[in-house]
T-cell receptor
Framework: GAVVSQHPSWVICKSGTSVKIECRSL??????MFWYRQFPKQSLMLMATSNEGSKATYEQGVEKDKFLINHASLTLSTLTVTSAHPEDSSFYIC?????????????FGPGTRLTVL | EDKVVQSPLSLVVHEGDTVTLNCSYE??????LLWYKQEKKAPTFLFML????IEKKSGRLSSILDKKELFSILNITATQTGDSAVYLCAPSLYGQNFVFGPGTRLSVLP
């Protein structure tokens, strides 16, 4: 149980285009999903917290107009990187929270590697 | 500001060795502490620790939390090459998310 999927697993795009990444919890409902970014050899950096049916909460320094997050249902959240530039190239990981004895445990998707040319 | 420190940042051992990975934290609204293993892709869940002094075990891995001294350790005995990975420590905070440490990169040589 507790499987989270991401699609696509990798994407290459031209500068200026927009890219949408989907995150799904396959066998549980997640009221909260999280989006992270990871640059090479660095730890995960939280970008935003996504709650079903409400606006996402962005971390300081993350542009909400550039990284659009939609949490359409209890099993699906999407991250859209708008007008992508080479500096947006990174590994994007989502996670979904599952209640384990009163404490949320994060289950991570496999990640999406974005390369912007 | 919430802070998580992991040590060592990098570790190279030979198969069969035992390793201890350290995580210390200074965070507000601490709820629990989680350990993750990250290989090539996204992290996978190892342990969740909520109470001090209670060791959690899974095969050759074990972990314990000290909420008074604000640290946790992850032990791996009889290491194997498949244990090579980055191990992430992540305190969970009430009302918020997780704060990830920088990770310890473990390399197990045959």
């Amino acid at each position: 149980g507790a499987v989270v999927s991401q699609h696509p697993s990798w994407v290459i795009c031209k500068s200026g285009t927009s890219v949408k990444i989907e995150c799904r919890s396959l066998d549980f409902q997640a009221t909260t999903m999280f989006w992270y970014r990871q640059f090479p050899k660095q730890s995960l950096m939280l970008m935003a917290t996504s709650n079903e049916g409400s606006k996402a909460t962005y971390e300081q320094g993350v542009e909400k107009d550039k990284f659009l997050i939609n949490h359409a249902s209890l099993t699906l959240s999407t991250l859209t990187v708008t007008s992508a530039h080479p500096e947006d190239s990174s590994f994007y990981i989502c996670s979904a929270g599952m209640d384990r004895g009163g404490t949320d445990t994060q289950y991570f998707g496999p990640g999406t590697r974005l390369t912007v040319l | 500001e919430d802070k998580v420190v992991q040590s060592p940042l990098s570790l190279v051992v030979h198969e069969g060795d035992t390793v201890t990975l350290n995580c210390s934290y200074e965070v507000t609204n601490f709820r629990s502490l989680l350990w993750y293993k990250q290989e090539k892709k996204a992290p996978t869940f190892l342990f969740m620790l909520t109470s001090s002094g209670i060791e959690k075990k899974s095969g050759r891995l074990s972990s314990i939390l000290d909420k008074k001294e604000l640290f946790s350790i992850l032990n791996i005995t009889a290491t194997q090459t498949g244990d090579s990975a980055v191990y992430l420590c992540a305190p969970s905070l009430y009302g918020q998310n997780f704060v990830f440490g920088p990770g310890t990169r473990l390399s197990v040589l045959p």
